[in-house]
């Protein structure tokens, strides 16, 4: 068992380029989260899925898009890239609602 | 929605002492609390979680938080700290039916032990 895997572990982009961050789980969980971790502000939801096909926004939304084809997968779209997206991403998925969250291991982003 | 205080953003204690980390909530229905913990360079580890009963939670590495409804609170306490407890500490509650169904964290704790 991987639990959470994520890649890449870190990535610089100029602003206004594109990536995505891949997260996969093989616990076969529903639920799937992104957040975000900024130093003095904790980490902040950014969109969550509660099933393939489903997802929902966070508290801090914009700049991201995500998608939920697979229950396993849920990667994470930066459209154009901004100095303020410069943070350590972690993925997150759950068994359901009612249960703990098992978080990947982070990509550190930097956007120069 | 709801929302996570954490009262000291430093702590800095010598090793054995004790430790109390302060966590308030608000939120006014049901809600899980978790205590989860950064070791520096590294991921997020669960500490111990509240979901009902026993507002007395154990977790692991000898913590506990005592869950106090009246209070809003989920403190966590160590009754003798380890130079390796030094981390970030971060409480996070999640409201289930309450809305975007992820976790909200506080702003995290920096607890460094001194030998």
């Known amino acids: 068992n991987a639990g959470v895997t994520q890649t890449p572990k870190f990535q610089v982009l100029k602003t206004g380029q594109s990536m995505t961050l891949q997260c996969a789980q093989d616990?076969?969980?529903?639920?799937m989260s992104w957040y975000r971790q900024d130093p003095g502000m904790g980490l902040r939801l950014i969109h969550y899925s509660v099933g393939a096909g489903i997802t929902d926004q966070g508290e801090v939304p914009n700049g991201y898009n995500v998608s939920r084809s697979t229950t396993e997968d849920f990667p994470l779209r930066l459209l154009s890239a901004a100095p303020s997206q410069t943070s350590v991403y972690f993925c997150?998925?759950?068994?359901?609602?009612?249960?703990?969250?098992?978080f990947g291991p982070g990509t550190r982003l930097t956007v120069t | 929605a709801q929302s996570v205080s954490q009262h000291n953003h430093h702590v800095i204690l010598s090793e054995a002492a004790s430790l109390e980390l302060g966590c308030n909530y608000s939120?006014?229905?049901?809600?899980?609390l978790f205590w989860y913990v950064q070791y520096p360079g590294q991921h997020l580890q669960l500490l111990l979680k509240y979901f009902s009963g026993d507002p007395l939670v154990k977790g692991i590495k000898g913590f506990e938080a005592e869950f106090i409804k009246s209070k809003f609170s989920f403190n966590l306490r160590k009754p003798s700290v380890q130079w390796s407890d030094t981390a970030e500490y971060f409480c996070a509650v999640n409201a289930p039916g309450g809305g975007a169904d992820g976790l909200t964290f506080g702003k995290g704790t920096h607890l460094i032990i001194q030998p």
């Open positions: 997150a998925s759950k068994r359901g609602s009612n249960y703990e969250q098992y």
């Open positions: 939120y006014g229905g049901t809600v899980n």
């Open positions: 616990m076969n969980h529903e639920y």
